[in-house]
């Protein structure tokens, strides 16, 4: 059983950055990883990836945004989000892929002015 829990989240203007940290409570060196999200009335969608070989896969839609990345030595995911928009408002969910999937509780993210 492994248990994820994501923090950074918070209220940010269109335009600013944050980063996200997912936390895991064992090792996720082997595991491919990523980040999802979901805003208010919208089925979640898959954020970034990555696999346990560093390969990185992006939405079209935070493509040059978004940097996802891994500390495998510390078990932890990390999302750098650039040029934040306010379609980006959403809860971001940390995922690992494992013998099933497990998921985080989930960060608010909200961009506004």
């Known amino acids: 059983q492994v248990q994820l829990v994501e923090s950074g989240g918070g209220l940010v203007q269109p335009g600013g950055s944050l980063r996200l940290s997912c936390a895991a409570s064992g090792s996720i060196s082997s595991y491919l990883m990523g980040w999802h999200r979901q805003a208010p009335g919208k089925p979640r969608e898959g954020v970034a990836l990555i696999n346990s070989g560093g390969t990185r896969n992006y939405a079209d839609s935070v493509k040059g945004r978004f940097t996802i990345s891994r500390d495998n030595a510390k078990n932890m995911m990390y999302l750098q989000m650039y040029s934040l928009k306010p379609e980006d408002t959403a809860v971001y969910y940390c995922?690992?892929?494992?013998?099933?999937?497990?998921w985080g509780q989930g960060t608010q993210v909200t961009v506004s002015s």
């Open positions: 995922n690992l892929q494992g013998s099933r999937g497990y």
